[in-house]
């Protein structure tokens, strides 16, 4: 079966850093991806990692660890706007199909 | 990047009617397009993998003749909602994955803006 697990709700403060964890059980592997999504908008794409290890897009960066299941995202530098839901999805590898976490709703406090 | 359009925002229908959602994508063609469901505060959920010039591909719990695909070329996907309910009024999004032969295509999903249907 497919199963995707983040925590529901994180809080932060502007300026600080937040880890939001994301682990995976799926059928097949082919890419971990994050988003970002504020309400009522349509998902913006953050970040992949499709090998193991840190990949860095300035303020973001995403980690993969496939043996154990485990991705997370880093945001540095927190700021109003980033105040929005995280989805991490993950590519399945036969059907391609994109499968998507329960997603963080995270808040950025001043 | 790409962009995917999706038509229309918002709808307002009263129960017992069909409903026409599409989703274009704009500067790319996309053989697949992926159509999902979002209640608020959840995360996505899929419906149907569209597939141009074929039938599409439904997700288990997912009704077909309820929720009719139809993805007639390469860059239009269409979903209608069929003699529409209450518990039929979500927020809609369609995606594309842009078929590239670029290195450093990841092969993330484009998104439409996403249509909020309102079943009275």
């Known amino acids: 079966g497919q199963n995707i697990d983040q925590p529901t709700e994180m809080t932060a403060t502007e300026g600080a850093i937040v880890q939001i964890n994301c682990t995976y059980q799926t059928s097949g592997f082919n890419g971990l991806f994050w988003y970002q999504q504020h309400a009522g908008e349509a998902p913006t794409f953050l970040s992949y990692n499709v090998l193991d290890g840190l990949e860095e897009k300035g303020r973001f960066s995403s980690f993969l660890s496939r043996s154990k299941g485990y991705s997370y995202l880093l945001l540095k530098e927190l700021q109003m706007k980033d105040s929005a839901s995280y989805l991490c999805?993950?590519?399945?590898?036969?059907?391609?199909?994109?499968?998507f976490g329960t997603g963080t709703r995270l808040k950025v406090l001043a | 990047g790409a962009v995917v359009s999706q038509h229309p925002s918002w709808v307002i229908c009263k129960s017992g009617t069909s409903v026409k959602i599409e989703c274009r994508s704009l500067d790319f063609q996309a053989t697949t397009m992926f159509w999902y469901r979002q209640f608020p505060k959840q995360s996505l959920m899929l419906m149907a993998t569209s597939n141009e010039g074929s039938k599409a591909t439904y997700e288990q719990g997912v009704e077909k003749d309820k929720f009719l695909i139809n993805h007639a070329s390469l860059t239009l996907s269409t979903l209608t909602v069929t003699s529409a309910h209450p518990e039929d009024s979500s927020f809609y999004i369609c995606?594309?994955?842009?078929?590239?032969?670029?290195?450093?295509?990841?092969?993330?999903?484009?998104f439409g803006e996403g249509s909020r249907l309102t079943v009275l």
């Open positions: 995606s594309a994955k842009w078929t590239s032969s670029l290195l450093t295509y990841t092969g993330e999903l484009f």
């Open positions: 999805a993950v590519r399945d590898e036969g059907t391609y199909k994109y499968i």
